[in-house]
């Protein structure tokens, strides 16, 4: 069976356009990326359905030497399979990106519900968020009643290090990625009070605790309480937040509305397929931890 279905005209000028417009968006640091953009191309051209050497290199107008050692680099990394009479197709590690681009789609969609909820219950700021890389990415944010302007907006990153909502991503980390993750912020242009030792210590009673706090770190006069989402995997996904000024989130307020962050990201972590533990996290002695 030909999956190939799309002339390679057509393909070529799909390339052609995904080339132009990240070449528009950041011309300088692409200088050094040729051979990444051309295995993305040979990628995108077997999705396409281009499955032989000899129609990847007339396709992409490389030669095939460059072409078959592209191609040979993917499907050692599962990204494409190769088989000799059906030749190249897409590799299991496609699928387990697309899930996983799935799932972040998928969790404003499932969250929305309850993070209104949060923010209608706490009449604070309420947030979503993933990891990115070595950033929070923000998914959502649901303003509450009080008047307080949060800076944070949808859609671009936060520092994990000094953010609620960013410690509450790393809960499941070992110590040497912590630190990683602390060390790279390091060169950064936030000046961040909180020194290795210390935070180091604190992600460790978060972990225990299974929430963070961000105490005035980020932003100033500002603080949060955050908790992690998790999938059917048990993995943590992301996270969620409730956010104010410090005047309305004193140490007592900040330790009660543990068990309403806490609440809530369990609820939509049900809802992606995680199975919560017999007894609620919040119910935990935190003394004894």
């Not at 923010?119 to 993933?130: F, I, K």
């Not at 990115?132 to 307080?148: Q, T, W």
């Not at 800076?151 to 000094?162: I, M, T």
């Amino acid at each position: 069976m030909q999956p190939k279905t799309i002339s390679k005209k057509k393909i070529q000028s799909s390339l052609i356009r995904s080339k132009t417009k990240t070449k528009s968006a950041k011309p300088k640091k692409l200088l050094g990326s040729q051979t990444l953009l051309r295995g993305l191309n040979i990628l995108e051209a077997v999705t396409f359905g281009v499955n032989n050497l000899a129609d990847l290199s007339a396709t992409l107008k490389l030669n095939r030497s460059t072409v078959h050692r592209l191609a040979a680099s993917l499907v050692e990394r599962r990204y494409m399979t190769f088989t000799p009479h059906n030749g190249y197709g897409l590799g299991s590690k496609t699928l387990e990106l697309g899930y996983q681009a799935r799932m972040q789609l998928n969790i404003p969609r499932v969250a929305k519900v309850h993070l209104e909820s949060l923010a209608t219950l706490t009449g604070d700021t309420v947030h979503l968020g993933v990891l990115d890389g070595m950033r929070a990415f923000y998914l959502d944010k649901i303003s509450g009643r009080r008047r307080v302007e949060i800076s944070s907006r949808v859609g671009e990153l936060q520092p994990l290090r000094s953010t609620g909502l960013g410690k509450a991503l790393l809960l499941d980390e070992k110590d040497q990625k912590l630190r990683g993750f602390y060390r790279y912020e390091e060169d950064g242009e936030q000046r961040y009070e909180v020194p290795e030792s210390a935070w180091m210590r604190r992600m460790r009673e978060y972990a225990l605790l299974g929430y963070a706090f961000d105490l005035e770190e980020n932003e100033d006069r500002i603080r949060c309480v955050a908790a992690p989402v998790r999938d059917a995997s048990g993995k943590i996904k992301a996270a969620i937040s409730v956010s104010s000024a410090a005047q309305y989130m004193d140490d007592e307020r900040m330790q009660a509305l543990t068990k309403d962050v806490l609440w809530a990201a369990e609820k939509i972590s049900r809802e992606l397929g995680w199975e919560a533990p017999s007894a609620p996290v919040w119910k935990i002695d935190q003394k004894a931890a």
